[in-house]
């Protein structure tokens, strides 16, 4: 039977490799997704043309056929969705904006923008025919309102999550904006955690604890993810407008938080009580910049060697993360590492199908992503092969045991050099972001690899509480000479075994936070352009969708250029002029991509002589003026924004005559 089970498994397997990655508008076609796909397979899910499906929610019915829910307010039913044809059927339309989808008891359970809401088909044709309130809260009528859920609790009630709106900066205008919220089958409404500010993901791990993802914006310096426990404050301010509310399980007053802290999260939850500390930071443009779902491997094995830990998507990358928690002295901590990128479009939410393939549903129009799809439904299929990865990155109270899923090379294990290792952290304020923040270097001790060479423990000097803990290992093969697929990871120190640090601190290594000096950013007029100043003024401003509010701008070649970058949109923006290329914006976009921790300071814009002239990192709101000569020779040349993920699709001509 075992044979048996083995020839079906890899002829499946086959048959998914003849028609993985075949998408015609891929994006992303690089080595590492190359590497992935040797492990784990991309593979569409046919769409019928006349189908719009901006995945909002999935969900598996009791006849394994797929329920998915859509921005456009539709709820679709695919019957065999894992088949070269599978077949869709409209279940119900009409529905406000559902970011979320769950099934029980012969029905689906979705939010909309204003509700709870079941549906139900009540005489087997196939269509929803009841449509039932299960409980409302009110809306302000800003976009920025969405709602996410339900997920099912062990005693069977409804978790959800409520953004908060946009006003040049996030604002709860209605009850509960900013809340995460418990509403049982009958309809008794609990507001459980404040201090959201786009929880678009969330999960219940098997002991029943709570996560969500945040998304960096104000209050938030990065994406990350934050266990939440019944009255906790997860950060964000503007949900403490409703802590007067008897229902309220905070007393926290919008007043009691400092806008400008100075300090960390972290540092800061120590001063103020029911403040929560991420579990998990996820570097900002390093993993991502728009963190969605969470999904358990609850596959037993069969999804490959990372049973009972999470995957984390990210819309705006197009890609998974993988994360390994621990629980250390009662708190929840762990790693976060990149996974599985080059999906087809922004991925807002995952779910199992019933032969542990992942599928995964995607959406970008207005919320663009490196996936250049407006929409999207694939799977992500485990070839059977097992990857060269860190499995798990485990705390010590001196240092880190990093697990691996192959045997590695022992005396490259034990080479001190094969291992870099910097800590730094987030500033907590209401400004928009943060800088990456007291940048330290570690510095390896000692390594010492287990028998079956399947660990190494790592001793470290220069640890810190509260900080994010890069470890990078580059060279360090397999037994079997293999590199690390992903060779990069990120742990969320909090708490250490024991409760006190024994890492021997670096003294002496802080140093004072350094000024790059950019040539190519001019903010202030040349004095030699005189009391003429510039030839021409121009005003670039920014649209929502990742996009310049000019597609293209003509100057006279040699003239003296006044260039604003009026930021109109709620994230981060540039505006880096390159040379002359199609190509060139693309390929400065990705050198951007790979400043890792220096991205920050750098304004994301790459030493490199296709760069002319650049903006700084612009916040939302804002704007930066900038003055140059314009190029001597006529022709096209690119203005193109360098945050990472976004010069796919923000670039616009700029033309030289």
Partial sequence: MKFISKIIFTFTVLLISKTSMSQKNKVVNNKQVQKESEYYKIVDVP????????????????????????RRGEVWIIDKPTSSKPNYHLYARGLHESLGLAYKNNGFYLAQRGELTRLEDKNNDG??????????????????EYSYGPKFDKNGDMILTLNVGWQGGGVSLVKWRGWMVKISPDGKFTPYAAGLRSPAGFGINSEGAIFYTENQGDWVGSGRMTHLEYGDFAGHVESLNWTDDPLSPLKLKPTDILEDSGISLYNYAKRVKGLKAPAVWFPH????????????????GKFGPFEGQQFVGDQGHSKIMRVYMEKVNGVYQGAAFPFVEGFSSGILRMIWGENNNMFVGMTSRGWASTGKKQFGLQQLVWTGKT???????????????LEFTKPVNKKMAEDLSSYQMTTFTYKYHKTYGSPIEDQQKCMIHMAKVSEDGMSVKLMIHGMRLGYIHQIEIPKLTSKTGELLLHNKGYYTLNQVPGGELKSP???????????????????????????????????????????????????????????????????LHNLVITKQGEQVPIKVGELAQNLGLKGPELNYVPNSDMVLFHTGIVGPESAETIYFNAPKEPGVYWMVCTFPGHSYSMRAKLIVK
Avoid at 285 to 300: A, E, P, V
């Fill in 387 to 401: 990857p060269f990865e860190i499995k798990t990155m485990k705390a010590l109270d001196d240092g880190f045991l």
């Fill in 47 to 70: 769409i019928p043309k006349d189908v719009k499906l901006e995945v909002g929610g999935l969900a598996l019915t009791d006849k394994n056929q797929l329920g998915v829910s859509t």
């Fill in 127 to 144: 269509t929803a025919d009841v449509f039932k309130t299960i409980y409302s809260w009110p809306l302000s009528g800003n976009y920025h």
């Fill in 285 to 300: 443009t390093i993993l991502g910049i728009s963190t969605s779902d969470i999904l358990y491997d609850t596959t037993n």
């Fill in 505 to 571: 601190q670096m003294m002496g290594s802080h140093k004072p936070k350094k000024t790059i000096h950019q040539p190519k950013r001019i903010t202030t007029m040349p004095s030699d352009w005189g009391e003429h100043g510039a030839d021409e003024k121009l005003v670039v401003g920014t649209v929502p969708g990742l996009k310049y509010d000019v597609k293209e701008l003509t100057i006279e070649r040699s003239s003296k250029i006044q260039l604003t970058l009026n930021n109109n949109d709620d994230m």
